[in-house]
């Protein structure tokens, strides 16, 4: 089973970046899909980001395209969301999601209630 742990939030003005890190730690995830995730306070956990390794073109929220980047380490357990020109309206705690249970194509439609293997999240506040 794998275990993910989110680091890298904090704090930032509107315009601003931040780098997220999500580490699998037990297994590689070669085989697996990982996606980035947020939460805003009385919001539904929502899909920011998804990526693989069988060369997928990575799929994107739309209101995160152009301005966030997903990408793996060479060395099979490291995913990163690069986020540029932050906003205030993407403040929200991300989450980091391991699976291999579907098709990536299935896995960035999938309601987020369905997955599991979650991290305990981190903290993005973007400030105007």
């Known amino acids: 089973q794998v275990q993910v742990e989110e680091s890298g939030g904090g704090l930032v003005q509107a315009g601003g970046s931040l780098r997220l890190t999500c580490v699998a730690n037990g297994r590689s995830i070669v085989q697996y899909t990982m996606g980035w995730f947020r939460q805003a306070p009385e919001k539904e956990r929502e899909f920011v980001a998804g990526?693989?390794?069988?060369?997928?073109?990575?799929s994107y929220a739309d209101s995160v395209r152009g301005r966030f980047t997903i990408s793996m380490d060479d060395g099979g357990n490291t995913v990163h969301l690069q986020m540029n020109s932050l906003k205030p309206e993407d403040t929200a705690m991300y989450y980091c999601n391991a699976d291999n249970s579907r098709s990536f194509r299935d896995f960035v439609r999938s309601p987020p209630s369905t997955l599991t293997n979650w991290g305990q999240g981190t903290q993005v506040t973007v400030s105007s």
């Open positions: 990526i693989n390794w069988s060369g997928t073109t990575p």
